[in-house]
């Protein structure tokens, strides 16, 4: 059974810049789609990005396009998550999520993905 486990998260300024990782274990998730949502409290755990099998096969939320690139590296078994141009809006509690099935396109909503992160919490101050 897959176990992922993020981190990455931190404290940082508006307009800095983070890296979150998450790394797979218990089994491959090399033809699994990989996603990032995140979640403030209150609020449903929205998309944030998602990648297929390949770098070229990705999908962003229009609130992060141009800001955020994910990718991911099947020899480790990760997945990261790079952000730019940090904004408070941006808080959350990030999650990494695996389809846990065969998905070579990015997919974008929660129902799609089975495996999930514990989370890490990224917070931006203006």
């Known amino acids: 059974q897959v176990q992922l486990v993020e981190s990455g998260g931190g404290l940082v300024q508006t307009g800095d810049s983070l890296r979150l990782s998450c790394v797979a274990s218990?089994?491959?998730?090399?033809?699994?789609?990989m996603g990032w949502f995140r979640q403030t409290t209150g609020k449903e755990r929205e998309f944030v990005a998602a990648?297929?099998?390949?770098?070229?096969?990705?999908y962003y939320a229009n609130s992060v396009k141009g800001r955020f690139t994910i990718s991911r590296d099947n020899a480790k078994n990760t997945v990261a998550l790079q952000m730019h141009s940090l904004k408070p809006e941006d808080t959350a509690v990030y999650y990494c999520?695996?389809?846990?099935?065969?998905?070579?396109?990015?997919?974008?909503?929660?129902?799609?993905?089975?495996?999930w992160g514990q989370g890490t919490q990224v917070t931006v101050s203006s």
């Open positions: 990648i297929g099998w390949t770098d070229s096969d990705t």
């Open positions: 218990g089994d491959s998730v090399r033809t699994d789609a």
């Open positions: 999520a695996a389809t846990g099935y065969w998905s070579k396109i990015p997919l974008t909503r929660t129902s799609e993905y089975r495996v």
